[in-house]
């Protein structure tokens, strides 16, 4: 499935994308600025957002309703700053799947991922110690 990643700090535009291109099950993933979301085309395909949301809450939501008007398929994934956000009711129909913190470990945003993609059987792995992996299938999934 394809996926985009939107956030408007590079480093983590760059880091998401890397870690979400070794995933299986991800195909393209296509990563831009907030302010690009007003020129995305209109698309009933089914995708995974990956949106950062930036410090500025009136133009975060306006932002998520404007994807998912031009993406009503996307499966939206919330990361925030702000571990007290919570989305306005209004909002909560607008595709959004799951909402992390930006500090949540690479392990719980590639399983959330995963159960985005719908790999149930998918688990985090272990925190590594040198440097991240990527998830793996648990060994009583594949039996």
């Known amino acids: ?5 939107i956030e ?3 480093l983590i535009r760059l880091g998401m994308q890397r870690m979400l291109e070794r995933m299986a099950g991800i195909g393209a993933v296509r990563v831009m600025e907030p302010a690009a979301i007003v020129s995305l085309q209109h698309t009933t395909e089914p995708a995974i957002v990956v ?3 930036s410090a500025d809450t009136a133009d975060n939501w306006y932002l998520l309703r404007r994807l998912h008007h031009v993406m009503p398929s996307a499966r939206i994934l919330l990361l925030s700053d702000n571990m007290w956000l919570r989305i306005p009711e209004t909002n909560t129909s607008c595709g959004v799947i799951e909402q992390l913190p930006k500090s949540a470990s690479i392990e719980r945003i590639e399983a959330v991922v995963y159960q ?3 790999h149930d059987g998918f688990v985090p792995m272990p925190a590594a110690r040198d440097g991240w992996r990527p998830a793996y299938q648990h ?3 594949l039996s």
């Open 116 to 118: 985005m993609l719908g």
């Open 51 to 53: 949106f950062g949301m």
């Open 8 to 10: 408007s700090q590079p």
């Open 1 to 5: 499935m394809d996926t985009i990643v």
């Open 139 to 141: 060994h009583s999934a």
